[in-house]
């Protein structure tokens, strides 16, 4: 397997469910990010991680659980979400700054949610 | 809050043709400027970045940048069918430290009709 891949591609969930969003990264990078793509608004970084360790939290609300256990995994628990909450949540992963990251981020598919 | 503005269009341009992208942004001391594509359904993809004033050829893509203005474009030459798709601005934040921290247009909507 090459590059990003997230799964699953579609998910439907009533609000009081759990759920959780799972992304891996092929490519030997150190950072890894979630974003969400919402329609007509721009991609909204959630989370940050580098080496492990969570850099960055966009005060995300805390029904959103991120979880990277290591530099390749990356996961989104989802618990009493809204309806609102439903978008296309991108995971990205890059290459960490010190080596002269210049921006470029690799998506994967995405995982298309639906909360009811 | 930093702010990254684009022309959500549609753009509609005929084959052939150049089409232009522009891109403005708030915060004054960003330092890198890329442009993302995204096919519909599909995960945007890096194409292009820039760090200094001026102009950035790569085939027939051409990044601009003011920071004067802190304007940033994209020019597409010789447009093709297979250019249409969403094109996403996203500016660094200043002083380069976060890691992926870019903020993001809404993006414009590219059309090249035959």
């Known amino acids: 397997e090459t590059g990003v891949t997230q799964t699953p591609r579609h998910l439907v969930m009533g609000m009081t469910n759990k759920k959780s969003l799972k992304c891996e990264q092929h490519?030997?990078?150190?950072?890894m990010y979630w974003y969400k793509q919402s329609a007509k608004k721009p991609l909204e970084l959630m989370f940050v991680?580098?080496?492990?360790?969570?850099?960055e939290n966009n005060s995300v609300p805390s029904r959103f659980s991120p979880e990277c256990p290591n530099s390749s995994h990356l996961f989104l628990h989802l618990h009493t979400l809204q309806p609102e909450d439903s978008a296309l949540y991108l995971c990205a992963s890059s290459q960490d700054h010190m080596r002269g990251w210049a921006g470029e981020l690799f998506f994967g598919e995405g995982s298309r949610l639906t909360v009811l | 809050q930093k702010e990254v503005e684009q022309n959500s269009g549609p753009l509609s341009v005929p084959e052939g043709a150049i089409a232009s992208l522009n891109c403005t942004y708030s915060d004054r001391g960003s330092q890198s400027f890329f442009w993302y594509r995204q096919y519909s359904g599909k995960s945007p993809e890096l194409i292009m970045f820039?760090?200094?004033?001026g102009d950035k050829e790569d085939g027939r893509f051409t990044a601009q940048l003011n920071k004067a203005s802190q304007y940033v474009s994209l020019l597409i030459r010789d447009s093709q069918p297979s250019d249409s798709a969403t094109y996403l601005c996203a500016v660094n934040e200043a002083g380069g430290t976060s890691y992926g921290k870019l903020t993001f247009g809404q993006g414009t909507i590219l059309t090249v009709h035959p």
């Open positions: 490519l030997g990078h150190n950072a």
């Open positions: 991680y580098n080496f492990k360790e969570q850099t």
């Open positions: 820039i760090y200094s004033n």
